[in-house]
């Protein structure tokens, strides 16, 4: 099964909203990501988790705050987005930092409002 | 600083009219070439990991080979179902703070007409 899974799949917001995008993977994978994706841009890092430590961070603004729970779930915490904020939230998930293929999920489209 | 530049930008092919998309790359130590294939508004879809030079593999009507610059991904007799984006991206080697980092390319845009 390679298959990771998002939730929700569509999401508006405002700008003083609180709202979690959660991730899970059942592949045994210790690695997990967050990417964001703009229309007609490939994804963009933003955070790296590896072992449920995060590992990168790629200087994203403090209004978006990761979390993982557990080696399957990884979720991203939201507060005070801008409208320029609104993209496609991507998760990935692989073996480990630098094992295997990134896997991704289907993402959730977020529009802040 | 990795770099990927995907070639062409967007390409319409005829049904069962072959192909290559390039992907060159520039990376201080390549652990690994991947390519996937994104239709609009999903996520990408992981197609093939490449981490050698010589390297081919395949997937029904989708081969990427790898050189030492660039990879190609070679479509046979495509079908209007094969349209997408299609992305390349690279990882460097362990080490440094872009550990685990995918590179990407800007995609190429490939429309399959029947």
């Known amino acids: 099964d390679t298959e990771v899974t998002q939730t929700p799949k569509h999401l508006v917001m405002g700008m003083t909203n609180k709202k979690s995008l959660k991730c899970e993977q059942h592949?045994?994978?210790?690695?997990m990501y967050w990417y964001k994706q703009k229309a007609k841009k490939p994804p963009e890092l933003m955070f790296v988790y590896s072992y449920e430590k995060l590992s990168i961070n790629e200087s994203v603004p403090s209004r978006f705050s990761p979390e993982c729970p557990n080696s399957s779930l990884l979720n991203l915490h939201l507060h005070a987005l801008q409208p320029e904020d609104s993209a496609l939230y991507l998760c990935a998930s692989s073996q480990g930092l630098a094992e295997g293929g990134q896997y991704f999920g289907p993402g959730t489209r977020l529009t802040v409002t | 600083e990795d770099q990927v530049t995907q070639s062409p930008e967007a390409l319409r092919l005829q049904e069962g009219e072959s192909s290559s998309l390039n992907c060159s790359y520039t990376?201080?130590?390549?652990?690994?070439l991947f390519w996937y294939r994104q239709d609009p508004g999903k996520g990408p879809e992981f197609l093939f990991t490449l981490y050698s030079a010589g390297e081919e593999k395949e997937k029904e009507r989708l081969k990427a080979t790898l050189t030492k610059k660039e990879s190609f991904l070679h479509i046979t007799a495509p079908k209007p179902e094969d349209s997408a984006t299609y992305l390349c991206?690279?990882?460097?080697?362990?080490?440094?703070?872009?550990?685990?980092?995918?590179?990407f390319g800007q995609g190429t845009i490939l429309t399959v007409h029947p």
């Open positions: 592949m045994g994978h210790r690695a």
């Open positions: 991206a690279v990882q460097a080697h362990a080490g440094g703070t872009s550990y685990g980092k995918l590179t």
């Open positions: 990376v201080s130590g390549l652990r690994g």
